[in-house]
C-alpha cells in the first residue's frame, strides 16, 4: 500500500517520503487535526536549483516563488490521485501543520536535525520545505529515533550574532529574524548591514558540511521561478499581485525596500 504512495508521489518529484503513526507525531494543533487521522505521510521538497552564492542579501527560499502556493496545487493532484486509487481518506498540510513536521521527518528515518534546529534531508540536505499528508490508512512502519548532527561547530561559529544555542535557535538574535522585523534598533540595522542581509540568513547552512554534496532539487517550480539577482528596482517594478508570490512579501513592500537601503 505505502509502495503505491510512494509511486504517485515520485510522480510529482517528491522522493524523500516516509510514513508514521499519528500516536508517534508531536500534536502542536489539536483543533486541525482530522478525528481520523491513524498516519502521516512526511516528505521532503527540495527548493535549492543551483549551487552559485547569492550576494544580494537574500536567502534561497526567498528568491523563489512561496512554497505555500506550490503545496496547495500540489495536494489538490495529489490528494485526488491517493483517493481515486486508495479507498483511504487524505488531507495535505504544509507549515501550519497539526504535527511537528520536523520531528516526524526525523523519526521516519529522511535524516536529522542540525544544532541549528533545521532539518536536513539525507540526500537533499537543509534546502528542504516539509511536507505531510494524513491519513486513515495505518501503518506498520516504526518508528526511529530521532537523530542529530555530529555537532562539529561550524554553524556556531559562523553565526555572526551567537544565535544557535545548545539545542535551537534564539530567535531574537538570529539575524533572519531580524530581518523580518518592522521597527529594529540601530544596532540590528547595523548587523544586517556589516553582514550583507535583507531577508533571511543561509549562513548557517552554507558552512554546514552536510550541505556541500546536497542534491540540487529536480522541482521545476523552484527553477523557473528563482530570481538570481534581487535589488530595489526589481522589488518596485512588481505588481502587487506578482510581489505576493514571494515569501518575503507577508510583511509588505516597504520593509523589504527599507532593508535594501539599510545594505546600501
Not at 544565535?163 to 534564539?170: H, T
Not at 530581518?179 to 547595523?190: F, R
Not at 544586517?192 to 542534491?215: F, M, R, T, Y
Amino acid at each position: 500500500m505505502f509502495d503505491l504512495i510512494k509511486n504517485i508521489l515520485a510522480r510529482h518529484n517528491l522522493t524523500r517520503i516516509g510514513i508514521i503513526d499519528i500516536k508517534e507525531c508531536d500534536i502542536i494543533n489539536q483543533r486541525i487535526l482530522p478525528e481520523w487521522s491513524k498516519s502521516a505521510i512526511i516528505f521532503c521538497i527540495p527548493y535549492r536549483s543551483t549551487n552559485d552564492s547569492a550576494t544580494d542579501g537574500f536567502s534561497e527560499y526567498a528568491r523563489i516563488y512561496d512554497y505555500h502556493n506550490f503545496c496547495q496545487s500540489l495536494y489538490t493532484s495529489i490528494t485526488a490521485e491517493l483517493s481515486e486509487n486508495l479507498n483511504f481518506k487524505f488531507k495535505g498540510f504544509c507549515d501550519h501543520s497539526p504535527i511537528n513536521e520536523k520531528l516526524a521527518a526525523a523519526k521516519c528515518g529522511l535524516g536529522f536535525i542540525g544544532r541549528n534546529s533545521l532539518f536536513f534531508d539525507k540526500e537533499f540536505g537543509s534546502f528542504v520545505f516539509l511536507g505531510s499528508i494524513l491519513t486513515d490508512f495505518i501503518c506498520d512502519s516504526k518508528a526511529e529515533d530521532i537523530a542529530y548532527c555530529n555537532n562539529c561547530g561550524l554553524c556556531i561559529a559562523s553565526c555572526p550574532n551567537n544565535a544557535i544555542l545548545e539545542r535551537g535557535i534564539d530567535r531574537n538574535k538570529c539575524l533572519s529574524g531580524i530581518s523580518q522585523k518592522k521597527a529594529k534598533t540601530q544596532d540590528e540595522i547595523a548587523l544586517l548591514k556589516e553582514h550583507n542581509i535583507v531577508w533571511g540568513c543561509d549562513i548557517c547552512q552554507n558552512v554546514c558540511p552536510h550541505n556541500s554534496n546536497a542534491k540540487i532539487s529536480p522541482m521545476p517550480y523552484f527553477s523557473d521561478t528563482r530570481i538570481s539577482r534581487i535589488d530595489k528596482e526589481f522589488i518596485m517594478s512588481l505588481s502587487e499581485e506578482e510581489f505576493k508570490k514571494y515569501a518575503f512579501s507577508y510583511k509588505g513592500r516597504k520593509i523589504v525596500l527599507d532593508n535594501i537601503d539599510f545594505k546600501s
